[in-house]
Structures are given as structure tokens and as C-alpha cells.
């Protein structure tokens, strides 16, 4: 599914026009995005939980030529679904 799809989605749901559904996914994206930013975590229950993790550096491989080289230090964004999430994925009753 499509950031368009998923629009169409939310406004037949919600029975609201697309694109009061477009501002709301907007909305809701930045919302989260600047959540992580911040380097805070945002959970939604029934749902998962979007968070900040650091990875620190370490030493790699060019794939092209094999040479070592040092991968920096950064924060990457992680979700974790909640298990009632898991649970309807795999087709068990929540």
C-alpha cells in the first residue's frame, strides 16, 4: 500500500474527503517525526511503539573493494509492535 492508498483508506473509514485525510496522515507523520527527532518514543497502544536507538560505531567492509573502514555512530529509528499487533498478523484471536 501507498501513502495515495492508504489516504483513500482513511477517507472511506473516517468518511471524511481525501484530502482532510491527506492533512491528518500529514499531520499524523510529523507528529511522529518530530517525536523522534526530539529523541523521545511514541507509543500507540493496540499498535507499537516508534523510539530512537543509538548504534555505535563499528568497523566495516567497502562490499566493492574489501578495504576496512569505520561506519560512524548514529541514531536510528525502531518500531516495535505491540502483541496485539503481532497477534493479528499471524492470525490468532486478540
Do not use: H, W, Y
Not at 523521545?40 to 576496512?68: C, D, H, Q, Y
Request: hydrophobic share 40%.
Amino acid at each position: 500500500m501507498n501513502k495515495a492508498q492508504l489516504i483513500a483508506k482513511i477517507a472511506a473509514e473516517a468518511d471524511i474527503t481525501k484530502s482532510a485525510a491527506g492533512r491528518a496522515l500529514d499531520a499524523l507523520l510529523c507528529a511522529i517525526e518530530e517525536t523522534l527527532v526530539s529523541g523521545e518514543s511514541m507509543s500507540l497502544k493496540g499498535f507499537g511503539t516508534f523510539s530512537v536507538r543509538e548504534r555505535e560505531a563499528r568497523e566495516g567492509r567497502n562490499p566493492r573493494t574489501g578495504e576496512k573502514m569505520t561506519v560512524d555512530a548514529r541514531r536510528i529509528a525502531k518500531f516495535k509492535p505491540s502483541a496485539m499487533l503481532v497477534d493479528r498478523i499471524n492470525g490468532e484471536p486478540s
